[in-house]
């Protein structure tokens, strides 16, 4: 009798937490969740470069535009220090909301897996993680120290995140997961507005100075001249012409006209570059808006829709493919 009870409660407590589970909506949320992660982290390296190396450029044109209008006065310059708080800062963004998405998509992984019929993940190491790198993130980017998801005690966190494996049933293991995973993403969500915010603030800055310092390679004759024109002539369907650099280095009025079209090309490029940016800052923006309502929508237990995420990271993902920010 005592085994054929044992079974009954074994049998109650499975039905309460493994049927109940709501593992196809969840499989579905950590499916988004790794996509979205996974997009927000392609290629994010190469904005903080172009933001750190900008005072680089901005030295080299600067050195270069007074060596050439006086000889005499020729020395190195410095460089320009306009921003540079800004730049720093935007540049430290850009590092912690990598570590950042990273631990995110690894916080889907595991739900993914705890989602699936005996496959158990480590819920709780990885949600903390992306509590903790989030957390960081935040506090770096809004400047507001003690604003955290859960709270400025570390305990606080400990003790949340532990609750996902003392709950026995699955269902509320997932909830509450989700709960916190959900958290994350709209810090992530703020963070990243506040971080667009900065990257406006000194976007004509970064634009300016890295046109400065090709216009400054091109007029000293220290990068072929011919490949500024590389991306316009493909789009066009044409092919340069194998001595395209010798007509550019020439002093005809053709060859003025078009050094003054090459830097044209130059502006237009870094600014249409600048613009992507931008773009790509509105569209992860609301790739994680979509992301956290199809969380509310799956602790609300309602239908969980993959195609709010789908489309918006399709637009995401069209931004970051783009040939031309090759």
């Known amino acids: 009798m005592k085994i054929r009870a044992a079974i009954l409660v074994a049998t109650a407590l499975c039905s309460a937490g493994c049927v109940s589970a709501p593992r196809g ?15 927000l ?8 470069d172009d933001v750190s190396n900008v005072g680089v450029s901005n030295a080299f044109a600067s050195t270069w535009r007074l060596c050439n209008a006086n000889p005499q006065l020729c020395q190195p310059t410095q460089a320009d220090a ?61 400047a507001a120290p003690g604003g955290q998801i859960i709270g400025n005690q570390a305990g606080k966190i400990v003790s949340a995140v532990a609750g996902i494996l003392a709950e026995g049933r699955q269902k509320k293991r997932l909830l ?22 900065i990257y406006e603030s000194i976007q004509g800055y970064v634009v300016d ?33 194998n001595n395209a650099d010798r007509t550019l280095d020439g002093n005809s009025p053709q060859a003025n006209a078009a050094r003054t079209a090459v830097v044209a090309v130059i502006r237009a490029e870094a600014q249409a570059e600048a613009e992507r940016v931008r773009a790509r800052y509105q569209a992860s923006v609301a790739a ?7 969380h509310k929508s799956f602790e609300g237990d309602q239908s969980v829709s993959t195609e709010r995420v789908s489309r918006v990271l399709a637009e995401l993902d069209a931004i970051i493919d783009d040939p031309q920010a090759d």
Request: proline share 1%.
């Open 176 to 197: 509450e997961a989700s709960r916190l995973i959900q958290a994350s993403a709209t810090q992530l969500h703020d963070g990243l507005k506040a971080e667009a915010a």
């Open 25 to 39: 909506p969840a499989s579905a949320l950590a499916d988004m969740g790794i996509r979205t992660s996974a997009s």
């Open 82 to 142: 306009a921003n540079f708080a800004a730049r720093q800062k935007l540049a430290g963004a850009i590092n912690l909301r990598a570590q950042a998405v990273n631990a995110l998509e690894e916080a889907y992984g595991v739900l993914e897996q705890e989602a699936s019929y005996d496959a158990k993940g480590d819920l709780q190491g990885a949600v903390g993680d992306a509590v903790s790198a989030v957390n960081k993130y935040s506090d770096f980017v809004l």
């Open 288 to 294: 994680l808006n979509a992301l956290v309502d199809a």
């Open 209 to 241: 100075s890295q046109t400065d310092a090709r216009i400054a390679l091109y007029d000293a004759g220290l990068v072929s001249r011919a490949q500024f024109l590389v991306p316009m002539s493909r789009d066009l369907g044409v092919d340069l012409l």
């Open 41 to 48: 982290g392609s290629g994010i390296r190469s904005t903080a």
